[in-house]
């Protein structure tokens, strides 16, 4: 059955750079799509500027639900946690919701109780591996989600759902990897491979931005490796604060473990042990660089 079938109108609720680029993809890689977008009139203006989106709405959210087949949420996640309820009620009968929020325990468990087994509407949890240190609709990009894994809250079994089906077509279209997990897996996964990280280069920033000296040492002497390891410390905070709200355990966790391994690293600067630790993270590099 073609995806266009069951999912003709899309409202996006959020036109920065994860909803700009699902929209733009659609855009490229699919056809006969009718796109709306949802967000603050400034940005949902630029959206429709730049032909982005068809229909732009703000303000009340009934207009912009009307008719949509899909629902796709790509705000912050305290957004999506306050529309959620609204998003519910006014949302069509045999409409399919997700979200692509960075998080899923919390989002899933509160749709646990707003879509009922015995509901017409669905809600499917999900999460594209995709973005930028830029956020905005100015960032946007039709190949954003190429080639990167979706990670998607449920049993592959939802499969069974037509809707749910209809929106993995527009999926591999767009050229993203679906992958089915857990939320607590997935917010395990995420919060060592992807927050963590994000958090490992903003306390090596700021701890750097707190040793300039007047003439900019040790900037200066720093080459494209410092710029590289750096790279996610661009992102905004306003990005992350409902990240790491909503993934505080995990992180927790995950930064205690990541402290014991700098102490350990630096109980044995003066030793050859280090090999072993350049070799692990070499491999992992490796592995990396295949996927």
């Given at each position: 059955?073609?995806?266009?079938?069951?999912?003709?109108?899309?409202?996006?609720?959020?036109?920065?750079?994860?909803?700009?680029?699902?929209?733009?993809?659609?855009?490229?890689?699919?056809?006969?799509?009718h796109i709306a977008g949802w967000d603050r009139?400034?940005?949902?203006?630029?959206?429709?500027?730049?032909?982005?989106?068809d229909a732009a709405f703000s303000a009340e959210?009934?207009?912009?639900?009307?008719?949509?087949?899909?629902?796709?949420?790509?705000?912050?996640?305290?957004?999506?946690?306050?529309?959620?309820?609204?998003?519910?009620?006014?949302?069509?009968?045999?409409?399919?919701?997700?979200?692509?929020?960075?998080?899923?325990?919390?989002?899933?468990?509160?749709?646990?109780?707003?879509?009922?087994?015995?509901?017409?509407?669905?809600?499917?949890?999900?999460?594209?591996?995709?973005?930028?240190?830029?956020?905005?609709?100015?960032?946007?990009?039709?190949?954003?989600?190429?080639?990167?894994?979706?990670?998607?809250?449920?049993?592959?079994?939802?499969?069974?759902?037509?809707?749910?089906?209809?929106?993995?077509?527009?999926?591999?279209?767009?050229?993203?990897?679906?992958?089915?997990?857990?939320?607590?897996?997935?917010?395990?996964?995420?919060?060592?491979?992807?927050?963590?990280?994000?958090?490992?280069?903003?306390?090596?920033?700021?701890?750097?931005?707190?040793?300039?000296?007047?003439?900019?040492?040790?900037?200066?002497?720093?080459?494209?490796?410092?710029?590289?390891?750096?790279?996610?410390?661009?992102?905004?905070?306003?990005?992350?604060?409902?990240?790491?709200?909503?993934?505080?355990?995990?992180?927790?966790?995950?930064?205690?473990?990541?402290?014991?391994?700098?102490?350990?690293?630096?109980?044995?600067?003066?030793?050859?042990?280090?090999?072993?630790?350049?070799?692990?993270?070499?491999?992992?590099?490796?592995?990396?660089?295949?996927?």
């Amino acid at each position: 059955m073609a995806s266009t079938h069951l999912i003709s109108r899309v409202t996006i609720l959020g036109t920065g750079l994860i909803g700009g680029s699902f929209a733009l993809a659609l855009r490229k890689y699919t056809s006969e799509i009718h796109i709306a977008g949802w967000d603050r009139p400034e940005v949902v203006r630029e959206a429709q500027s730049r032909a982005v989106v068809d229909a732009a709405f703000s303000a009340e959210l009934s207009p912009a639900l009307e008719s949509a087949d899909l629902v796709y949420i790509a705000l912050p996640i305290g957004a999506t946690l306050d529309l959620l309820p609204e998003i519910a009620r006014l949302a069509p009968p045999n409409a399919l919701i997700t979200d692509a929020s960075s998080t899923k325990v919390r989002i899933t468990e509160d749709a646990a109780g707003l879509f009922s087994e015995d509901s017409r509407k669905r809600f499917l949890g999900g999460h594209p591996m995709a973005g930028r240190e830029l956020s905005g609709i100015a960032h946007a990009d039709a190949d954003l989600f190429r080639n990167n894994t979706y990670a998607l809250i449920g049993a592959s079994s939802h499969q069974s759902d037509p809707r749910i089906s209809a929106f993995l077509r527009i999926l591999e279209k767009i050229g993203a990897r679906p992958v089915w997990l857990g939320a607590q897996q997935h917010d395990y996964a995420v919060g060592l491979a992807s927050h963590l990280p994000q958090l490992a280069a903003v306390a090596l920033g700021s701890f750097l931005y707190d040793h300039l000296d007047e003439n900019g040492l040790p900037i200066t002497l720093a080459g494209p490796g410092l710029r590289d390891t750096l790279r996610l410390a661009g992102s905004p905070y306003s990005t992350w604060r409902d990240i790491v709200l909503t993934n505080k355990e995990v992180l927790s966790a995950a930064l205690d473990l990541f402290a014991r391994r700098l102490d350990d690293l630096r109980e044995r600067l003066a030793s050859r042990d280090l090999e072993a630790d350049f070799d692990a993270a070499n491999e992992l590099y490796k592995l990396l660089r295949s996927l």
